[in-house]
């Protein structure tokens, strides 16, 4: 698995898992970290399937689930780009941290931890401080 | 609706005792990169002939673009044979005006610049080629047609490692401009991986698996994987 640039964005393709999704997946983090900006202009089809040497369907199906998201439009001639509608990535950011929530929630109720638990265990968690913040002191 | 551009029922051919296609049953998706898969002598080149016309059927029934294999059809299919050299005694340059006289759709432009990424130069004699260029030279004339259809047969083999990525990238290219089918055999699928979005296992003669490589993906890990469970 290696780390390909494909204009601002960054990629890392692992050919066991579907690819469809990880290049998804990817340029949404990248427009929820703001790594590519409002209204900034996405690499063409032909650009990012020749960059990641991956079949350009591929790359035109993500291209679809971003553009049926709201995340991107696209101008006819000019290609796709990122919205310049800030609440839409706002909205989104939030759907991506419930997302993530949901996700450890149900990993922790695998373990068997209750929701009570879960909450206890953030309560001691912020009263220590966050452990990125305690590495630092 | 998925469209498909080849269909086989129920196709067998065999080789004196042995079958090399054995009731195959297959629909294969048009616009889409396929790669046909498996060991040696489980009947991928036997499929490929039989699609374009070299090799007759004993049993069953096959559609190559709506139609039956036959001739004239071949216009409309630019064809990679496992083992071929045509143009023993000419350059290159001679293989292309070769190629605007009698190859459906060709174009020349195309097979320069296709040329010129494989290193192939115009005045090189054929009958002085390695083998790898040769390859090149033959993928170089199937690549240069504007078809609809492209089959094949180890495009890879005997091609280094830094001509190989040209040749996937061109081949991206190329399906980024038009619709077109591309069928493929390879032992390097490592290579493909990307580039494939169809898979079909074939062994004995029969299909194991035919999905899209997606769907592999997320069942089975990358396709090399699979190929290496299925074949061990």
Same mark, same amino acid.
């Given at each position: 698995?290696?780390?390909?640039?494909?204009?601002?964005?960054?990629?890392?393709?692992?050919?066991?898992?579907?690819?469809?999704?990880?290049?998804?997946?990817?340029?949404?983090?990248?427009?929820?970290?703001?790594?590519?900006?409002?209204?900034?202009?996405? &690499?063409?089809?032909?650009?990012?399937?020749?960059?990641?040497?991956? *079949?350009?369907?591929?790359?035109?199906?993500?291209?679809?689930?971003?553009?049926?998201?709201?995340?991107?439009?696209?101008?006819?001639?000019?290609?796709?780009?990122?919205?310049?509608?800030?609440?839409?990535?706002?909205?989104?950011?939030?759907?991506?941290?419930?997302?993530?929530?949901? *996700?450890?929630? *149900?990993?922790?109720?695998?373990?068997?931890?209750?929701l009570?638990?879960?909450?206890?265990?953030?309560?001691?968690?912020?009263?220590?401080?966050?452990?990125?913040?305690? *590495?630092?002191? | 609706?998925?469209?498909?551009i080849?269909?086989?029922?129920?196709?067998?051919?065999?080789?004196?005792?042995?079958?090399?296609?054995?009731?195959?049953?297959?629909?294969? &998706?048009?616009?889409?990169?396929?790669?046909?898969?498996?060991?040696?002598?489980?009947g991928?080149?036997?499929?490929?002939?039989?699609?374009?016309?070299?090799t007759?059927?004993?049993?069953?029934?096959?559609?190559?673009?709506?139609?039956? &294999?036959?001739?004239?059809?071949?216009?409309?299919?630019?064809?990679?044979?496992?083992?071929?050299?045509w143009?023993?005694?000419?350059?290159?340059?001679?293989?292309?005006?070769?190629?605007?006289?009698?190859?459906?759709?060709?174009?020349?432009?195309?097979?320069?610049?296709?040329a010129?990424?494989?290193n192939l130069?115009?005045?090189?004699?054929?009958?002085?080629?390695?083998?790898?260029?040769?390859?090149?030279?033959?993928?170089?004339?199937?690549?240069?047609?504007?078809?609809?259809?492209?089959?094949?047969?180890?495009?890879?083999?005997?091609?280094?490692g830094?001509?190989?990525?040209?040749?996937?990238?061109?081949?991206?290219?190329?399906?980024?401009?038009?619709?077109?089918?591309?069928?493929?055999?390879? !032992?390097?699928?490592?290579?493909?991986?990307?580039?494939?979005?169809?898979?079909?296992?074939?062994?004995?003669? !029969?299909?194991?698996?035919?999905?899209?490589?997606?769907?592999?993906?997320?069942?089975?890990?990358?396709?090399?994987?699979?190929?290496?469970?299925?074949?061990?």
């Amino acid at each position: 698995m290696d780390a390909k640039q494909v204009g601002s964005l960054q990629f890392m393709i692992d050919f066991s898992l579907p690819l469809y999704e990880q290049i998804l997946n990817q340029i949404r983090s990248s427009v929820a970290k703001g790594e590519i900006g409002l209204g900034e202009k996405l &690499p063409s089809v032909r650009e990012m399937a020749h960059s990641l040497k991956v *079949n350009p369907n591929t790359v035109m199906r993500a291209y679809q689930e971003l553009e049926r998201d709201g995340l991107t439009e696209k101008r006819r001639g000019q290609g796709t780009f990122i919205t310049h509608d800030k609440d839409k990535v706002a909205e989104f950011r939030d759907d991506l941290a419930k997302e993530y929530i949901l *996700n450890f929630i *149900n990993s922790m109720e695998n373990l068997g931890f209750s929701l009570t638990d879960i909450q206890s265990y953030l309560k001691i968690i912020v009263r220590e401080g966050h452990p990125h913040d305690r *590495n630092n002191h | 609706m998925i469209e498909t551009i080849i269909k086989c029922e129920h196709a067998t051919k065999k080789f004196g005792d042995r079958f090399a296609l054995n009731d195959l049953n297959l629909e294969i &998706p048009k616009g889409k990169v396929i790669g046909i898969l498996g060991e040696n002598g489980v009947g991928k080149s036997t499929l490929f002939r039989v699609l374009v016309g070299l090799t007759r059927l004993d049993q069953g029934k096959i559609t190559v673009l709506g139609e039956q &294999p036959n001739i004239k059809l071949n216009a409309n299919i630019a064809y990679l044979p496992d083992r071929a050299s045509w143009y023993q005694d000419q350059t290159v340059r001679k293989a292309f005006e070769f190629g605007v006289k009698l190859l459906p759709h060709f174009n020349i432009e195309r097979a320069k610049q296709f040329a010129s990424l494989m290193n192939l130069d115009l005045d090189m004699k054929v009958s002085s080629m390695s083998k790898g260029q040769e390859s090149r030279l033959m993928l170089t004339m199937c690549m240069s047609r504007n078809v609809p259809l492209i089959i094949l047969d180890e495009p890879f083999s005997g091609i280094d490692g830094t001509s190989r990525e040209h040749i996937i990238e061109s081949m991206i290219d190329y399906m980024s401009d038009r619709e077109v089918t591309i069928l493929m055999t390879t !032992h390097e699928i490592y290579e493909a991986e990307g580039l494939l979005d169809y898979a079909i296992f074939l062994d004995k003669g !029969h299909v194991l698996i035919a999905d899209e490589a997606e769907n592999l993906r997320r069942e089975h890990g990358s396709l090399h994987d699979l190929s290496r469970k299925l074949y061990r």
